[in-house]
Every structure is written in C-alpha cells, then in structure tokens.
C-alpha cells in the first residue's frame, strides 16, 4: 500500500495540471478575443500616453 499513497500526490498534480491547461486553451481566442485585445492596446495606450506627458512637465 506505499505505493498507492507514494503515487496519489504526483497523480493529483498531473491531473490539475492538464486541468489548468485545458481552461488556458479554451480561453485563448473566441468570441471575447477582440474585447479582450482592445482593452488591453487601451491600457497600453494610457500607459504610453502618461510616460510621454511626464518628462515634459517636469
């Protein structure tokens, strides 16, 4: 029965790991993708925008 319990833990992570991996592909691309880059380029563009008007008003 050492086995059983030495094998469980690598067995339970291996099985959460495919899980992590599956929702990870799912949730790449789809119906939600251009929402999702178009925030994403937002952020980026306020953040660019602020690291620009910083140097000129100081």
Excluded at 13 to 30: C, D, H, N, S
Excluded at 40 to 57: C, N
């Amino acid at each position: 029965m050492d086995y059983v319990s030495a094998l469980v833990p690598p067995v339970v992570m291996a099985v959460f790991f495919i899980g992590v991996v599956r929702v990870i592909v799912k949730t790449q691309g789809g119906a939600a993708k251009a929402k999702e880059d178009a925030a994403v380029d937002a952020a980026l563009a306020r953040v660019e925008g602020a690291r620009q008007a910083s140097p000129g008003d100081a």
